[in-house]
Nanobody
Framework: VQLQASGGGLVQVGGSLRLSCAVS????????MGWYRQAPGKERELVSH???????VYEDSVKGRFMISRDNANDAVYLQMNTLKPEDTAVYYC??????????WGQGTQVTVSS
C-alpha cells in the first residue's frame, strides 16, 4: 500500500491550501481515511478523518476552516484548508485504516503558515 501526499507549501496567514492523498489500488479497502499532523516538538494528532459512509470528524481547532473529502472514483482523499493560521504549521500525513485495524501512512507533506 502506498499513500502519496502532496499539496503542502508555504502560505501566508489567512491563505488556503489543498492537500491530496493518492492511494495505490482501491480506496475501498480502507474503512477510514484520515489526515494527521505533527508540529515540531509535538505529538502527531488527528486533523480529520472520513469513513466509507462519509462520517466525518474534525479536530476542534480546524472545524469550520478545513474540509475533508473522499474521491472513491480516483482513489484519493483531500483536505481543503482555509483561513490558515501559524499554529497549523506542521507536517501533514495521510493515513488509511482497514476494518481489521491495519494502518498505513504516507510520507508527509510540509505546511508552513507565515505571519
Amino acid at each position: 500500500v502506498q499513500l502519496q501526499a502532496s499539496g503542502g507549501g508555504l502560505v501566508q496567514v489567512g491563505g488556503s491550501l489543498r492537500l491530496s492523498c493518492a492511494v495505490s489500488g482501491s480506496i475501498f479497502r480502507f474503512s477510514v481515511m484520515g489526515w494527521y499532523r505533527q508540529a515540531p516538538g509535538k505529538e502527531r494528532e488527528l486533523v480529520s478523518h472520513i469513513t466509507t459512509s462519509n462520517e466525518i470528524v474534525y479536530e476542534d481547532s480546524v472545524k469550520g476552516r478545513f474540509m475533508i473529502s473522499r474521491d472513491n472514483a480516483n482513489d484519493a482523499v483531500y483536505l481543503q484548508m482555509n483561513t490558515l493560521k501559524p499554529e497549523d504549521t506542521a507536517v501533514y500525513y495521510c493515513n488509511a485504516l482497514t476494518n481489521t485495524g491495519s494502518s498505513y501512512w504516507g510520507q508527509g507533506t510540509q505546511v508552513t503558515v507565515s505571519s
